[in-house]
């Protein structure tokens, strides 16, 4: 069975930085990961993609944080990272990890990252 937990979400003044991780686990006869990716819902707002990652490394922004946000993965402990640097206030959001195991996407249950003006 598919678990996905992300952490390393909190609060950080504008500017900072915070990591987040996303581990996903799987059992012996569920599909290899397929892409992995980070997505956000502000307070108010609709669900967003953040930065994607497919299991060759090829990687996929959203214009919002390129050049401040960067999603890399360790395919031998089947988890992603996120490192966000120079953030803003309106980074303020739950940021969510999404796995796909073909046919099916698994969502974890999300982190808080609050940015302070």
């Known amino acids: 069975q598919v678990q996905v937990v992300e952490s390393g979400g909190g609060l950080v003044q504008a500017g900072g930085s915070l990591r987040l991780s996303c581990a996903a686990s799987r059992g012996i006869f569920d599909p290899i990961f397929d892409v992995m990716g980070w997505y956000r819902q502000p307070p108010g707002k609709e669900r967003e993609m953040v930065a994607t990652?497919?299991?060759?490394?090829?990687?996929n922004y959203a214009d919002s944080v390129k050049g401040r946000f960067t999603i890399s993965r360790d395919n031998a402990r089947n988890t992603i990272y996120l490192q966000m640097n120079s953030l803003k206030p309106e980074d303020t959001a739950v940021y969510y990890c999404?796995?796909?195991?073909?046919?099916?996407?698994?969502w974890g249950k999300g982190t808080l990252v609050t940015v302070s003006s």
């Open positions: 990652i497919t299991r060759g490394g090829s990687t």
């Open positions: 999404k796995v796909r195991a073909p046919p099916k996407d698994y």
